[in-house]
């Protein structure tokens, strides 16, 4: 059973930081890219940020230049660093990763349960 557990959200003004962090546990084989993503209620989970094993990554248009997403292989975890947070910012923020469980050898996408991020004066 492969977890991913996120902390770091929070309440912050506008301009503010935050950094989020994703923990995968369970019984790995291996993790191909992790990322974030968020949601605001009525819209689709958009993109936030991936980066996969090899350290190459992506942002969405919208946060380019202030958010930076990093990893730490040998602790399973990714991490997003969020600058300059704009109203806009808010949503709740999913963590995912595409996983190889040791059990089954077979690539799967797992999500983690959310944190809330709001951006508010």
């Known amino acids: 059973q492969v977890q991913l557990v996120e902390s770091g959200g929070g309440l912050v003004q506008p301009g503010g930081s935050l950094r989020l962090s994703c923990a995968a546990s369970?019984?790995?084989?291996?993790?191909?890219?992790m990322g974030w993503y968020r949601q605001t209620p009525g819209k689709e989970r958009e993109l936030v940020a991936t980066?996969?094993?090899?350290?190459?990554?992506d942002y969405g248009v919208s946060v380019k230049g202030r958010f930076t997403i990093s990893r730490d292989n040998a602790k399973n975890t990714v991490y997003l660093q969020m600058n300059s947070l704009k109203p806009e910012d808010t949503a709740v923020y999913y963590c995912?990763?595409?996983?190889?469980?040791?059990?089954?050898?077979?690539?799967?996408?797992?999500w983690g349960q959310g944190t809330q991020v709001t951006v508010s004066s």
């Open positions: 980066v996969r094993n090899g350290g190459s990554t």
């Open positions: 369970g019984r790995i084989f291996n993790i191909n890219a």
């Open positions: 995912n990763a595409d996983v190889v469980p040791i059990q089954t050898r077979t690539r799967a996408v797992y």
